[in-house]
């Protein structure tokens, strides 16, 4: 089955939509911040520790996991969250997406395409090599705003927080000269 870009779109809203109503609005590059922390404790034990002082119970000497509270400390100490478990769901959703639409003659999809094929060759080398770098900048913009595209652009729009609109205006101000920039067009 092969959904338009409206009917993905509607779907996506109103998955973003069950989830505020539901549970607690999404946003996934805290997530990774948690991974970060939980792989740093195998190195380092003492970077989490229990604290009946600390509003969570749990306190760390890194800045960035103390604060409010605690609140990332208590989530490295205990990572399986709905949070957590929402990025691990994404990683196999998004795989099994794949799987189930290999054979899709809807999606007959290129997996380097003509315009970057133009630009910067046909390997595929470079193209992951571009998609790593670019994730590896959204993600470090995102802990610098305090938030994902997920947290501040589709969450906060659907609970018409004006920073929300604000944000989507931002990434899209500064993303459409970016492209045009990097592919000469």
């Not at 229990?50 to 100490?77: I, M």
Request: aromatic share 12%; glycine share 12%; hydrophobic share 50%.
């Amino acid at each position: 089955m092969y959904w338009s870009w409206g009917k993905s779109g509607l779907a996506l809203g109103l998955c973003f939509l069950f989830a505020l109503v539901l549970v607690k609005p999404i946003g996934v590059s805290t997530q990774f911040v948690i991974l970060d922390g939980v792989c740093a404790t195998l190195f380092s034990p003492g970077l989490v520790v229990e604290d009946e002082n600390s509003e969570t119970g749990y306190n760390s000497p890194n800045a960035y996991l103390a604060k409010s509270g605690g609140k990332y400390a208590k989530s490295v100490a205990k990572p399986m969250n709905y949070s957590f478990i929402f990025v691990v769901c994404m990683l196999v959703g998004g795989f099994l997406g794949a799987l189930t639409q290999r054979n899709n003659p809807y999606l007959n999809v290129q997996q380097v395409p003509i315009w970057h094929q133009m630009r910067f060759g046909g390997g595929k080398g470079m193209r992951m090599v571009l998609a790593f770098v670019g994730g590896v900048l959204v993600l470090t913009g995102a802990r610098l705003a305090g938030g994902c595209t997920s947290g501040h652009m589709m969450s906060g729009m659907i609970q018409t927080a004006v920073s929300g609109y604000l944000f989507a205006l931002a990434a899209f101000v500064v993303a459409v000269p970016t492209a045009i920039v990097l592919y000469k067009r």
